[in-house]
């Protein structure tokens, strides 16, 4: 059984686009009305705007933060701050500003709002660095943490490519020294392993378009998981060796946090082999610290300390001071461990595996294991897709092939195991046609089409959920008039449908057009059955002046997808059952609207709790309510009738176009 205290972290966090017009309301909540706007020099511009954003809320400002937050720079701050008789103080900028804000916070106890435009992390987190007499100490305290964090997007934006990668970087760093530190839990370690997921994908996308706005929020998300991670948990070698070299010796702050991270992985992996296994598998290879290296060294960020300015000569004094003050770490931190660290660090050269492919010893007379040789081929692979001149090409093939040699890596797999791989998907592909689509099944049964979806669909929580579109949805179906029976006599339980579209705010949206399709009672969709003599069961309705369709059809029920092809061997090779929950599909669409996917299933349903393509969401669980007597429209009933009521929310199409 696994022990461990949490404690939820207590910062508000605002995050979006454009949150920079948000600082008076802000600053409202706290009851504030003069605030010192901090930031560094370079960042004198965006000190400006805050002010102007504050308007009458803006007291004055401070320009000079500094890297490692030197104490005097603290002490001019809080003399500006006194001459002011500020109540809060507002940041804006990097890890440097962030500092700052956090010195002279926990010095007068002035409230913090902080504006992050860096990915450092600093401000989720309850610690303050500090440098003076050349010493950089640490310090944590619950007053620290800054109370208030607005992430604006649209500031990272202009953030240099070189700045944003090794800040990335800096981030990850606190992601995974979150993961072995000496009191985990199963909340920090998830919060961990998505923001190294998270930066893994978004930099190398903001290294070839810096403009990608998905990118650079999800790279700003992983800069708060991360930061949070840190708070929540501590840090150990890695961070202790950067405060070293930066307090100590003035190299700068990201930068050294970039080229300092993979060699400290490799230094504590024989002590943490759980955590590098997670982190491999986050970045979809098989050794841990060499992926982070190769990903800095593509990047084209620095991988060596002497690049950095560090003195060689520096090295045995910088090793003696990170291993003089015991921390917590996992593997013991000895003054020769840290010096063959630093010195590998110093020099760039690529750390060596943690642990050695399955059947790989390395051989005699230092010649490559066969860890080395896969890695090599891994790189050669990648480095063919450099010349792809779409950006988003490069990088989906670049994470592909990653993650695919990373899995033949981690299971050691045969050339058996990879030829039954490859005749799978051959005869799921010979088993697609005109009226069967094999691969959407397969896609639906891992669970790919739902994570998919959910990704491209469910950013608007007002909107009606989405859900897979399936493999029988079939182009143009026909037309027909509102209150028609899509039934036409088959047998099962009438439903008489009366639903409703609108826009979020529940305006009706006349006119939209809705496309409704399902399976007959015995499980079959009309392009299922070869001697079907046109369309059945699907039909398309255009909403009336309220946004209203209605049609009658028969109840659906719960049916097994096509299992006499790989698929369905797949599906009984891992016990696992065929079975669909019951439900409506409909695709809505209607002008400046999103095109809306999904599917409503009857409540009480058989395998609403075990769909075997994880496509049912609680909020598309719907009651489909029994009666008895007469239909809707007045016509008797032979016997009970279902009824179904609903109304489709649907989000505005604030989208470019697909990428």
């Not at 090409?393 to 990373?406: A, C, I, N």
């Not at 409703?500 to 949206?509: A, F, H, N, S």
Request: aromatic share 6%; glycine share 10%; proline share 8%.
């Amino acid at each position: 059984m696994r022990a461990f205290t949490y404690a939820g972290q207590p910062a508000r966090v605002v995050f979006g686009a454009g949150t920079l017009g948000r600082l008076p309301e802000e600053l409202g909540r706290l009851g504030a009305s003069r605030a010192l706007v901090l930031s560094t020099p370079g960042r004198a511009e965006l000190a400006r705007r805050a002010r102007e954003v504050l308007g009458a809320a803006a007291a004055g400002e401070f320009t000079g933060a500094a890297e490692h937050t030197p104490v005097e720079v603290t002490r001019q701050a809080l003399a500006v701050a006194r001459a002011l008789d500020a109540d809060c103080l507002v940041a804006v900028g990097g890890g440097s500003t962030v500092g700052l804000a956090k010195a002279v916070s926990v010095r007068t106890g002035l409230p913090q709002v902080v504006v992050p435009t860096t990915y450092a992390g600093s401000e989720a987190t309850p610690v303050l660095g500090e440098t003076e007499n050349g010493v950089k100490t640490t310090r944590s305290a619950p007053e620290i943490r800054p109370g208030t964090v607005l992430y604006d997007v649209d500031l990272t934006l202009g953030l240099p490519v070189p700045v944003s990668v090794t800040s990335g970087i800096n981030a990850m760093a606190h992601a995974v020294e979150a993961l072995y530190a000496p009191e985990p839990d199963p909340v920090t370690d998830q919060l961990a392993l998505r923001a190294i997921e998270l930066l893994a994908g978004a930099l190398p996308r903001i290294a070839g378009d810096p403009a990608d706005r998905e990118a650079r929020a999800e790279a700003l998300e992983a800069a708060w998981l991360a930061g949070t991670c840190l708070g929540s948990v501590g840090m150990g070698l890695h961070h202790k060796l950067c405060h070293t070299l930066g307090g100590s010796f003035g190299l700068p702050h990201a930068a050294t946090h970039t080229v300092v991270l993979p060699y400290a992985m490799a230094y504590n992996a024989p002590a943490a082999p759980d955590a590098m296994r997670r982190i491999a598998r986050a970045l979809g290879v098989a050794d841990a610290p060499t992926a982070v290296y190769d990903l800095i060294r593509r990047l084209g960020a620095p991988t060596g300390l002497a690049g950095l300015g560090l003195d060689e000569a520096d090295l045995a004094r910088a090793a003696e001071l990170a291993a003089g003050t015991p921390y917590p770490n996992p593997r013991e931190v000895t003054r020769d461990g840290v010096a063959r660290l630093l010195a590998d660090a110093f020099a760039g050269r690529r750390p060596a595996s943690a642990e050695p492919a399955p059947s790989s010893p390395a051989r005699p007379g230092g010649e490559a294991t066969l860890s080395d040789s896969l890695r090599t081929l891994l790189d050669q692979v990648t480095a063919s897709f450099a010349g792809a001149p779409d950006a988003r090409v490069r990088q989906l093939l670049t994470d592909l092939t990653r993650r695919l040699h990373g899995f033949v890596a981690d299971n050691d797999l045969t050339d058996a195991e990879w030829r039954y791989a490859i005749d799978f998907l051959t005869r799921t592909g010979q088993q697609c046609s005109a009226t069967r689509q094999e691969f959407i099944l397969l896609s639906d049964t891992l669970g790919i089409s739902s994570a998919v979806d959910l990704l491209t669909n469910s950013r608007t929580a007002e909107s009606t959920p989405s859900a897979v579109l399936g493999p029988f949805y079939v182009e143009g179906p026909p037309p027909l008039p509102n209150g028609a029976d899509l039934a036409e006599g088959l047998p099962g339980t009438p439903l008489h449908a009366s639903v409703r579209i609108t826009d979020l705010e529940g305006k009706p949206l006349a006119g939209a057009v809705a496309d409704v399709w399902q399976s007959n009672e015995d499980g079959y969709y009309d392009v299922q059955l070869p001697d079907l003599d046109g369309p059945q069961l699907r039909a398309r309705f255009r909403a009336d002046d309220e946004g209203r369709i209605r049609f009658r059809s028969i109840l659906p029920s719960e049916y097994p997808i096509p299992d006499d092809g790989p698929v369905g061997r797949m599906l009984a090779a891992t016990g696992r059952h065929p079975y669909r929950a019951p439900h409506v599909h409909f695709m809505i669409s209607a002008p400046g609207r999103r095109t809306l996917v999904t599917q409503l299933f009857v409540a009480g349903g058989a395998h609403i709790d075990d769909d075997c393509v994880f496509g049912v969401k609680d909020a598309l669980v719907v009651d489909f309510p029994e009666h008895h007597g007469p239909a809707p429209d007045g016509s008797a009933a032979d016997g009970p009738w279902r009824s179904l009521e609903y109304t489709f929310r649907l989000a505005p199409d604030t989208t470019p176009g697909d990428r």
